[in-house]
């Protein structure tokens, strides 16, 4: 592990702080699993500052799929998934019944556009794209038929993260993890980095 404490994993540490000693966590919700909103933005944005991606608008069997993996630890246990590793304790303490109600509190959320915060050559990155348009869908809407979430949209910061994270097993790897298993081998298929930053920057002319 690193020595020097990410603010996520600061952020983390106070939330769940917070929780175990009953203390409100800053909102105004009727159910104690609405801390979400201290790392993923005030209106479900996303927040660099601690890399938690943009979770409003986002589909709901993706959004289900996603924290029950977190909850089993088929995501976000890897030593070095610094920003997975904030969040898996965040969706460890939810029930099946937190869940479902948090799937309907997160889908009135207003789907708010996110800004390019990356360079890359998109043109390159469009080519690259063919291949993850079988699955993510021609301008990246997602398609629920083969799991695969929408990337138009995303926090570009978030989504080179991922694509990084599959390629040094961080995600993906579990015995488990059926859906980031088929992520492994098309992240492999960027070669390095710049194609990464490539293929994000096309997927950031995308419209949702
Ligand atoms: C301590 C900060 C923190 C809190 C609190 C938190 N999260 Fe997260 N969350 C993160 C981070 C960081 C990531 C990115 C993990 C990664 O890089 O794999 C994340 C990832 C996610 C993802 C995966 C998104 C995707 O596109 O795959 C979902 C869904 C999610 N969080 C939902 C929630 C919900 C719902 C709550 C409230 C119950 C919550 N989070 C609370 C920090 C947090
Ligand atoms: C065979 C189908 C398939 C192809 C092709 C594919 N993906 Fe995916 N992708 C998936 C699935 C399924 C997931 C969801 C994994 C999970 O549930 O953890 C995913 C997840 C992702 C994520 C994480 C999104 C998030 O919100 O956390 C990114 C980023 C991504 N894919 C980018 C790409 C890129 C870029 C390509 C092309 C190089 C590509 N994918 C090709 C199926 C595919």
Not at 13 to 20: E, K, P, T, W
Not at 54 to 83: C, V
Request: proline share 4%; hydrophobic share 35%.
């Amino acid at each position: 592990m690193k020595h020097l404490m990410t603010a996520v994993v600061t952020l983390a540490a106070s939330v769940l702080g917070n929780l175990a000693s009953g203390q409100d966590v800053g909102l105004p919700a009727p159910m104690d699993d609405k801390y979400c909103m201290t790392c993923h933005g005030a209106v479900g944005q996303g927040n660099v500052g601690v890399q938690a991606p943009r979770i409003a608008g986002m589909e709901s069997w993706y959004l289900k799929r996603q924290l029950e993996n977190f909850r089993a630890g088929i995501r976000g246990t890897h030593p070095d998934d610094e920003q997975g590793l904030a969040m898996q304790p965040m969706a460890a303490r939810l029930t099946d019944q937190s869940i479902g109600d948090l799937i309907e509190w997160v889908g009135s959320f207003d789907y708010i556009p996110t800004t390019a915060t990356i360079e890359g050559d998109a043109s390159r990155g469009r080519q690259a794209y063919t291949r993850c348009a079988s699955c993510h869908g021609d301008q990246g809407q997602g398609n629920e038929t083969f799991g695969a979430p929408a990337l138009a949209g995303q926090n570009d910061w978030y989504l080179v993260t991922q694509l990084r994270n599959f390629k040094a097993g961080y995600r993906g790897n579990s015995p488990n993890d059926q859906y980031g298993a088929m992520m492994v081998s098309m992240a492999n298929s960027l070669t390095n980095d710049q194609a990464i930053l490539n293929v994000v920057s096309y997927i950031n002319t995308l419209g949702r």
